[in-house]
């Protein structure tokens, strides 16, 4: 997405309003169509009196108190074992969110997308890396011109020909980019060999007149969710051996690292105990979801509850025609996924049905569903769900005390 593609909270509150508009009235003399009045009140941030039950399904749901409370606690984790936040961004896509974290502490943000980048980098906000290697002719044109907007910003290597690719195109703007040296730490999907190869790509960087060395990265995403504490422990320390093994020979070479970045949500109290990392890219912890709940935590060996589930789909029961099951309106589309949760009932699983559509079964004929009725799920993989929506409603209980559009985008209530 360009930068003229993003919408701004202004746009946001503008393109509402004109969407709005175009909504005709009820056929009930004198009466205003419900949903049109709840988006005008929605996009001029009249939030009174309007309530969960209001909101269109399928849609996402923060609870507010249990998020603020995510955020400060990772803030004050990072304050007491002096380790920084450069926060993931790509799990919320949120301007909103963003600058909530770096009031708290947090150094900067890091970004999946080269989209995320120019989001948040519209928003103001410094420190940003992307971490997703630039290799195609549009996205490093695009990386360079957001260090050139930003002189803080900065991108991933793991292939001398893409710092090659980097330099030229720096060059050819008169720009210098931060560059981080990305070395493989368990995950196949990128990274460096470690040693002499990495050694090697970050000589080559520092030596490039249109890129500035920063750092190194290793990213162990396979520690991240291994489950049990002590085994997620063995594996994110054999993971990140080799990457800083690496640091220290590019140190001892004489190489300027800055930064030491990778760790994640799953490892963000080990990556602090083993002093090995300056800076976390944990992201997940803002909202939490039921893949990481699984893994078990330090004090917790059976559920991962450091943080609390704050993110939830919210969902109507649309058709009641069986014992024991019921239908409602997010399926395939909403990112239903088995591994979902209801929340208040984990004797309730969840199936697949289409498109539009998901079943919960359960077996206690005393808990029944009726027709109408709301339910609130809990998402298995965040960064997925939150892809397929455009906004966020923010709760307190059952009111609604805030909507913050996802990546920018104005669409409508729900797709």
């Not at 009045?37 to 941030?45: K, N």
């Not at 981080?180 to 040693?195: M, N, P, S």
């Not at 500035?212 to 422990?233: N, P, Q």
């Amino acid at each position: 997405m360009s930068q003229k593609g993003i919408l701004s909270r202004r746009n946001f509150v503008a393109a509402s309003t004109a969407m709005v508009a175009g909504v005709t009235r009820s056929t009930a003399a004198g009466t205003t169509n419900r949903s049109a009045d709840l988006e005008s009140r929605l996009a001029r941030r009249e939030l009174k009196d309007i309530f969960k039950e209001d909101l269109p399904t399928p849609c996402m749901v923060v609870d507010q108190d249990i998020f603020e409370s995510n955020l400060k606690k990772m803030a004050d984790h990072c304050t007491k074992t002096g380790i920084h936040l450069r926060a993931h961004v790509k799990v919320h896509k949120s301007t909103e969110i963003a600058r909530r974290q770096l009031a708290l502490g947090a150094i900067g943000l890091t970004c999946a997308t080269v989209a995320e980048c120019e989001l948040m980098a519209h928003a103001g906000f410094n420190g940003i890396l992307l971490t997703r290697q630039p290799t195609s002719k549009n996205n490093i044109a695009r990386v360079v011109a957001l260090a050139k907007r930003d002189a803080t910003f900065g991108t991933v290597v793991d292939d001398p020909q893409a710092a090659t690719w980097l330099q030229e195109a720096a060059r050819a703007e008169n720009v210098k980019l931060r560059t981080v040296v990305d070395v493989y730490a368990g995950l196949t999907r990128h990274g460096i060999e470690a040693g002499r190869p990495a050694l090697d790509l970050a000589k080559q960087v520092d030596s490039s007149k249109n890129l500035k060395l920063f750092g190194i990265m290793g990213y162990s995403g396979r520690a991240a969710h291994t489950h049990v504490f002590e085994e997620r422990f063995k594996k994110s320390r054999s993971d990140l051996s080799g990457m800083l093994e690496t640091v220290a020979s590019a140190r001892s070479a004489g190489l300027p690292v800055e930064i030491i970045t990778g760790g994640s949500t799953g490892t963000y109290n080990i990556d602090s105990e083993l002093k090995g990392l300056t800076e976390l890219q944990a992201g997940s912890f803002v909202f939490m979801d039921t893949l990481y709940r699984e893994i078990g935590g330090k004090e917790n060996a059976t559920t991962f509850d450091d943080f609390g589930s704050a993110l939830t789909v919210l969902a109507t029961v649309i058709s009641k025609r069986h014992p024991g099951l019921c239908t409602i309106d997010a399926g395939n589309k909403a990112l239903l996924k088995p591994t979902d949760e209801v929340k208040g009932r984990p004797d309730v699983k969840i199936e697949n049905q289409g498109a539009e559509y998901g079943l919960l079964v359960w077996k206690d004929g005393d808990r029944d569903y009726k027709i109408g009725e709301r339910v609130e799920i809990y998402p298995s993989n965040l960064d997925m769900s939150t892809n397929v929506y455009d906004r966020y409603y923010v709760t307190r209980g059952e009111r609604v005390v805030d909507v913050w559009p996802i990546m920018g985008r104005s669409g409508a209530a729900q797709r």
